[in-house]
């Protein structure tokens, strides 16, 4: 298998003929490397495709190979999915060990471009692509990948070194204006049709020039920004660096670049990535068959032309790159090895030091201010010599998007900081995903750091699931860890739900966490939390700090302000879900929420209605209701513990609610105690008549009511310390999101544009659930809840493309956001025919609904249909045949109309169903499509899932 193998620079890989065997073997073992990274969901799976590929490659054979007088079968290429193959360049690129790179593997995007079949398109997909990926000089990295070369065929092939490649010019005097290794390529650009500027300069871009298979060659100018330049600059020298006249690309695009993955040969596959300083400094502008600037450099500066004097800065002595994405090389090979080391600039004299990177750096270290001689091998910097064995620090995350990655970069640098100032501990530069984590690298000598996102429904990504593989070993028992938990609250059912599973599978290995639990950072209140994972290093430092390498037991943080301080271990991972929650806290508003009065009790759902003051939000956005215990019964419980509302619940020495706040809002009284541990103890309960079994069902408040009537709680609370044990085994408080089912504009439309309270009233959607903390109580009375508005997942797409055509299908209170949605399309239309512009494009509306449900309905669907804002309507209502919405979207006029708004008119999809809906939609609008639908279902459509 070649896919960890990637074909050099200005040499296209060569054309081969496969042998059947060959293929059929580099397939199998890519497939196992997919296996053996958690990419299929089981073993099934795995062996299903590995079925589908090895008869898709004997399919496809043809003819007979001789090698070394042996004849062979053909084998021709298997058509890899975009998964799999963004998994195969990924993973070369994470092998390619001279880039420096390399370690920024996960962020790499995949541009799959292999449906490109003419040299025309080849060019003009591959400009417009890039264009996209460059992202206004915010480069994402990516490789752009044309269709695989077929059996002894040379392939797709791009003309230029580099997209961006700058012309060289053969003058009469036998000098070279310009870039000297592109003199033969200008050349035959040229010849080509190519008409180089008037004023020939140093800087001309060459055209770009793509030949498909069996077409003639395309040649496309480069057009901006891509044909912008970035002139070099000294922030010291200004002037002097003006009239070098010197300048270089915006983005490094190597387009001579091809991967061979699990016997795929892609011969086009241009890679765009980031510049190294070194690399345009020392390489491009300073080598002399190149550029050869240096001695110009001297000259300007005035530098005597032997003494050997830096004079290069730092990136952070510019205050502006313009355009140009640089990597910091001391800071890339540092984090790819591990090791400290100091760049030295190359003079005129000669660049000293080893070469490593393939010569994209150069690098030696020294030590107490001297160079070690350059032909020695590096080596860290010399540290303090201690008794101690250093804790060797170990840095891992899993995510499906890039969040946890982004969050564990950061955090590499907290870590960096805290060792610099410890010869206790090291930290080994890496930042891998999880399912690098193996038994034999961590031992008791190690502190494992994990930051763990969440994907589906609570499950642990693709990239980390082979955690779950772990067996009990020696090596793993007594391994100290701690995890930072990445999730959304709008997924409040499964928040969190990977980090959870990756805890208890650590402990169960016989790990030991640092902190007890998982601490929780939220995407819905900052897309990346970094302030959250602030918290949780803060929290860290003081318990690793602790830590010596020698010991086999941790020192833990203590909690517990009054009485005597309890470990962390024995507040049964409390203070840290409680220091979170109260940070959580401070982002949500008390308000009400009452019952509209215009819905009777009939309906199986209820719209409720909030005053939100003069907040704004956007269309499309959920609120998150944390939801108040009553005041009944937070004073009822004051009364039976014996507490003043106003008495301190020491958690921590900074976290000191009131037994009031905390039993209002930090608690759910409604649900049963997580634990009991602290009733188990008393003899009086093995012996009575209901044990503890029966407990498990009550509330926690029905189970304090029943223990004080029993008369067992005021030997349960005679301490504060046992007061705060119990309280603490009552579950947090949760919040709920709704989305918000109507539009700002269209409610102050409909009270007649008047700036009062009503106008900033905010309508939710509930389903009614018997006793449900909501429904029940919004029947019988206001309810106190806290409350933030958030965006939804859906909502920054929808509002970008509102004015397409949509598909929506929604079931239940999943209308609550399509009403938003034809609120706001109502007043788009309205505007429309006001102005007399372009009509908006239609929306499909198809819903799933009880009986009971439809008169919710029936107002705002009537004056979207009024408004010609609706194309099509089908409502399907719950029956004893179980006849669901999505049976009723595969019939023949309903299918054609979704195939043909969605293929012809460019239609989106909407679908807000509880998972299990959701899925079944998908699947059905997936059959209407057909089977090549998987890439324009990856455009376009969008779920909320309930």
């Known amino acids: 298998m070649n896919h960890n193998t990637s074909v050099p620079p200005n040499k296209s890989p060569k054309s081969r003929l496969n042998r059947l065997d060959v293929v059929q073997k580099e397939a199998t073992d890519f497939l196992l490397d997919l296996r053996e990274d958690g990419f299929f969901k089981d073993e099934e799976t795995y062996s299903a495709r590995l079925k589908t590929v090895l008869s898709e490659i004997s399919g496809s054979a043809e003819g007979v190979v001789w090698d070394h007088k042996t004849g062979a079968r053909l084998g021709d290429n298997w058509y890899q999915t975009t998964a799999e193959l963004e998994f195969g360049i990924k993973r070369a690129w994470r092998n390619a060990r001279k880039c420096i790179g390399r370690n920024h593997y996960q962020e790499l995007k995949l541009c799959d471009l292999r449906s490109v079949t003419s040299s025309k398109e080849m060019a003009e997909t591959l400009i417009a692509s890039a264009i996209q990926a460059f992202n206004n000089g915010r480069i994402e990295p990516t490789v752009f990948v044309f269709a695989p070369r077929k059996n002894g065929s040379r392939g797709p092939m791009i003309l230029n070194n580099q997209l961006l490649d700058y ?15 592109n003199v033969v390529l200008t050349k035959a650009m040229i010849e080509m049709g190519w008409t180089p500027p008037s004023e020939r300069g140093r800087w001309d871009l060459l055209p770009l020039v793509a030949m498909a298979e069996g077409d003639e060659p395309a040649m496309i100018e480069i057009p901006p920004p891509l044909s912008d330049h970035v002139p070099i600059r000294h922030p010291h020298h200004p002037e002097a660096f003006q009239k070098l006249d010197l300048n270089w690309k915006v983005a490094p695009i190597l387009t001579r670049l091809g991967f061979d993955i699990g016997g795929v040969q892609y011969t086009a596959a241009p890679f765009m990535g980031w510049f190294v300083d070194a690399e345009i400094g020392l390489r491009n502008l300073c080598d002399n068959f190149r550029y050869d600037q240096l001695p110009n450099v001297i000259k300007a500066l005035q530098l005597a032309e032997k003494r050997a004097r830096t004079v290069n800065c730092s990136f952070d002595d510019l205050e502006e790159y313009e355009k140009l994405a640089i990597l910091d090389p001391v800071k890339a090979w540092r984090r790819e090895k591990g090791k400290k080391a100091s760049i030295i600039h190359q003079t005129h004299e000669g660049t000293p030091g080893a070469a490593t990177s393939s010569s994209l750096v150069k690098v030696r270290v020294e030590k107490s201010g001297r160079p070690l001689p350059a032909a020695k091998p590096l080596k860290l910097t010399a540290r303090p010599v201690v008794a101690q064995r250093p804790t060797v620090i170990k840095l891992y995350f899993s995510s499906s998007g890039t969040t946890a990655e982004t969050l564990a970069r950061r955090l590499s640098k907290l870590i960096d900081r805290f060792i610099s100032a410890s010869s206790l501990f090291i930290f080994d530069g890496l930042i891998q995903a999880l399912n690098q984590l193996r038994p034999c690298d961590v031992s008791m000598d190690n502190i494992i750091l994990l930051i763990i996102s969440s994907t589906g429904k609570g499950d642990i990504p ?9 067996m009990l070993s020696p090596e793993m028992k007594g391994t100290r860890f701690a995890i930072f938990g990445n999730g959304d609250t709008r997924y409040s059912g499964t928040y969190n739900g990977a980090a ?22 939220d995407t819905a209140t900052q897309a990346i939390p970094f302030n959250a994972l602030n918290d949780w290093w803060n929290a860290l430092l003081s318990a690793i700090s602790r830590i010596s390498s020698s010991a086999t037991k941790i020192t833990p943080l203590h909690c517990g302000a009054d009485g005597p301080k309890t470990d962390l271990h024995t507040c049964g991972r409390s203070y840290m879900r409680f220091l979170d929650h109260s940070a959580t806290l401070s982002l949500y508003k008390p308000g009400v929420i009452k019952l509209d009065e215009a819905i009777g009790d009939s309906s199986r759902s209820i719209y409720a209605y ?3 003051g003069n907040i704004h939000h956007e269309d499309m956005a959920c609120v998150q209701i944390l939801p108040s215990n009553t ?15 106003e008495a301190r619940l020491g958690l921590s020495q900074s976290l000191l609610p009131s037994y009031h706040q905390f039993l209002t809002d930090f608690v759910d009284l409604e649900l049963p105690f997580s634990q009991l541990d602290w009733l188990l103890t008393r003899h009086d309960v093995a012996s009575s008549k209901f044990g503890t079994d029966m407990l498990t069902h009550l509330s926690a408040y029905d189970t304090l009511q029943l223990l004080h009537k029993m008369n067992m709680l005021p030997a349960l609370c005679s301490s504060d310390a046992q007061i705060r044990q119990i309280l603490m085994d009552i579950p947090l408080l949760h919040p709920r999101t709704y989305s918000i089912a109507s539009c700002h504009q269209y409610q102050h439309a409909l009270m007649g544009g008047e700036n009062d309270a009503n106008t900033h009233r905010t309508r939710i959607m509930v389903k009614k659930i018997s006793e449900g903390r909501f429904s029940d109580v919004l029947l019988r009375e206001t309810a106190a809840m806290r409350y933030r508005i958030v965006d939804s997942i859906a909502g920054p797409t929808i509002r970008q493309r509102r004015l397409k055509p949509w598909i929506v299908v929604a079931t239940g209170a999943g209308f609550g956001p399509v009403r938003c949605m034809l609120e706001s399309r109502i007043m788009d239309a309205r505007s429309i025919q006001d102005q007399h512009e372009p009509a908006i494009g239609g929306l499909s509306i198809f819903l799933g609904l009880h009986p009971t449900d439809v008169p919710l309905t029936v107002e705002i669907l009537e004056e979207a249909r009024s408004c010609g804002v609706i194309d099509m309507l089908e409502i399907v209502q719950s029956n004893e045949k179980k006849h669901r919405i999505q049976h009723k979207l595969q019939q023949g006029r309903v299918a054609n109309h979704i195939e043909t708004k969605v293929k012809e008119e460019g239609a989106q999809i909407f679908v807000c169903a509880n998972s299990e809906a959701a899925t079944s939609i998908k699947e059905a609008i997936g059959r209407i499509l057909g089977p090549d639908s998987e890439p324009l279902m990856d455009e376009r459509y969008i779920e909320e899932i309930f």
Do not use: A, W
């Not at 693709?462 to 772990?470: F, I, K």
């Not at 959870?500 to 950072?521: A, M, N, R, W, Y």
């Not at 005041?631 to 509302?645: A, F, S």
């Open 610 to 612: 909030m005053d939100i």
């Open 500 to 521: 959870s599973k990756v805890q208890k599978k650590l402990e169960d290995l016989g790990c030991s966490s640092i902190l007890s639990t998982h601490f929780s950072g």
């Open 167 to 181: 012309g060289g010019y053969e003058m009469d005097d036998g000098s070279i204006l310009g870039d000297p290794s």
């Open 462 to 470: 693709d990239n980390g699931r082979s955690v779950l593989e772990l």
């Open 631 to 645: 005041k009944r019964k937070v004073n009822r419980l004051l009364t039976l513990i014996g507490k003043d509302r």
